[in-house]
């Protein structure tokens, strides 16, 4: 019993802090949050900045198309989930032949 209790106070200690997450071009996530909280986004960006994240094609390493941070805040600030996908058909491809990701910083307040 006392492993169990143990387990979840870690659980709910990582759900409730700042985090971040990274999506490959190309795939659906979603950031969600517990039941009475909400998402607050900080910062969002999509295009490559690191080369060890999201594998593939990756000729460029510093690209950005304008309006990811935009995007994801008014997709995601103030709900208590939200999906995130296709992000080329939405921002536009920044780098073309290089596999993009979105990052973002968020909160569960």
Same mark, same amino acid.
């Given at each position: /019993?006392?492993?169990?209790?143990?387990? /979840? /106070?870690? %659980?709910?200690?990582?759900?409730?802090?700042?985090?971040?997450?990274?999506?490959?071009?190309?795939?659906? *996530?979603?950031? @969600?949050?517990?039941?009475?909280? !909400?998402? %607050?986004?900080?910062?969002? %960006?999509?295009?490559?900045? $690191?080369?060890? +994240?999201?594998?593939? @094609?990756? !000729?460029?390493?510093?690209? #950005?198309? $304008? *309006?990811?941070?935009?995007?994801?805040?008014?997709?995601?600030?103030? #709900?208590?989930?939200?999906? =995130? @996908? @296709?992000?080329?058909?939405? =921002?536009?491809?920044?780098?073309?032949? +290089? !596999?993009?990701? /979105?990052?973002?910083? %968020?909160?569960?307040?």
């Amino acid at each position: /019993m006392m492993k169990w209790l143990v387990v /979840m /106070m870690c %659980f709910f200690y990582a759900v409730n802090a700042r985090g971040s997450v990274d999506f490959c071009d190309g795939s659906r *996530g979603e950031i @969600s949050c517990p039941i009475g909280q !909400t998402i %607050f986004v900080y910062t969002a %960006f999509y295009g490559r900045n $690191n080369p060890g +994240t999201c594998p593939g @094609s990756n !000729t460029q390493y510093n690209c #950005q198309a $304008n *309006g990811g941070d935009d995007y994801v805040k008014n997709a995601c600030t103030g #709900q208590n989930s939200c999906y =995130l @996908s @296709s992000f080329d058909d939405i =921002l536009g491809d920044p780098c073309r032949g +290089t !596999t993009k990701y /979105m990052h973002v910083d %968020f909160e569960c307040l």
